[in-house]
């Protein structure tokens, strides 16, 4: 699951602009911008920060959840694929077959090591 939040359109009226929104927050003016580009996840720091600047909003009405799209960490390898480039000439038997083929059950030992 992905936080979101929902503070860029509860902005309206309370703040002028980004600027300000970071002084209430206590963070950075770029931090702001990235999360609110997608550039950026949101932390701690930025959830304290909102709570900060809209006191009157409950947590919920601040962020929300979505879910994760899958990706190349999430889902790595087929097993039985053959892995490209540097991958594929480490011959390490716990990890490859004698045929060089990814071993199946190391799919999700290693996933969260595929970037």
């Given at each position: 699951?992905?936080?979101?939040?929902?503070?860029?359109?509860?902005?309206?009226?309370?703040?002028?602009?980004?600027?300000?929104?970071?002084?209430?927050?206590?963070?950075?003016v770029?931090?702001?911008?990235?999360?609110?580009?997608?550039?950026?996840?949101?932390n701690?720091?930025?959830?304290?920060?909102?709570?900060?600047?809209?006191?009157?909003?409950?947590?919920?009405?601040?962020?929300?959840?979505?879910?994760?799209?899958?990706?190349?960490?999430?889902?790595?390898?087929?097993?039985?694929?053959r892995?490209?480039?540097?991958?594929?000439?480490?011959?390490?038997?716990?990890?490859?077959?004698?045929?060089?083929?990814?071993?199946?059950?190391?799919?999700?030992?290693?996933?969260?090591?595929?970037?």
């Amino acid at each position: 699951m992905i936080i979101k939040t929902r503070i860029f359109e509860l902005i309206d009226g309370k703040y002028e602009n980004l600027s300000e929104l970071a002084q209430a927050m206590g963070i950075s003016v770029s931090q702001i911008y990235r999360v609110k580009e997608g550039k950026r996840s949101i932390n701690q720091k930025f959830i304290i920060g909102a709570i900060k600047a809209f006191p009157q909003y409950k947590l919920d009405d601040l962020f929300y959840f979505v879910p994760q799209a899958p990706t190349a960490a999430t889902t790595p390898f087929s097993p039985g694929q053959r892995l490209p480039g540097k991958l594929a000439s480490i011959h390490n038997p716990w990890i490859f077959e004698e045929n060089g083929r990814f071993r199946p059950e190391m799919s999700r030992v290693l996933a969260p090591f595929w970037v």
